[in-house]
């Protein structure tokens, strides 16, 4: 089974980074192809058309996206929504390829506000594209980070994110 893990964030000391960091440890330990895409590496390109040439790193993340069969998606909460960086790579990834792709989410936010908003924004954007999304998202809040560790409560959250979607995948092979 191949895996993409991404991290949605564009800022440099990104929490959703470190959170998804973790997520890709986690999985890569469970599952071998499991590949990191991070939009704070700042190597996507802004989307232009689809008759446009982009950079390589834009080509392979749009490609490692189109062939996994599962999705790990980290996305921040910038003004009541998922980030800019995040709907940018979508714009790459060509939907009638992705039917039947499965996703898990994460979802990092200041407070406890907004979560289920862009839960479903995001569950919506997967919905275009056709892919089954595990219900049961991450919530987390920049408290359970300090000093780039995870909570104990936020890894095993995190965890159970990653083993049920997993099994969902599995489940749907089959």
């Not at 490609?63 to 709907?87: C, E, H, M, R």
């Amino acid at each position: 089974m191949k895996v993409v893990v991404i991290s949605g964030s564009p800022r440099k000391n990104a929490n959703t980074q470190i959170i998804m960091k973790y997520v890709y440890e986690y999985t890569k330990s469970k599952n071998q192809d499991t590949k990191f895409i991070n939009l704070s590496d700042g190597q996507i390109e802004c989307y232009r058309g689809p008759d446009e040439e982009y950079n390589q790193a834009t080509k392979n993340a749009a490609q490692d996206i189109t062939d996994a069969d599962v999705w790990l998606i980290g996305s921040p909460i910038y003004n009541s929504f998922f980030s800019a960086a995040l709907k940018n790579l979508f714009e790459y990834v060509n939907y009638k390829e992705t039917a039947g792709k499965v996703a898990g989410m994460a979802i990092l936010a200041a407070g406890n506000i907004g979560f289920i908003d862009v839960q479903t924004l995001i569950t919506q954007l997967l919905s275009y594209f056709k892919v089954i999304t595990n219900p049961k998202a991450v919530f987390l809040t920049t408290e359970s980070i300090t000093e780039n560790n995870i909570s104990e409560d936020g890894q095993t959250r995190l965890k159970e994110m990653v083993d049920e979607t997993l099994e969902l995948a599995k489940k749907l092979e089959n």
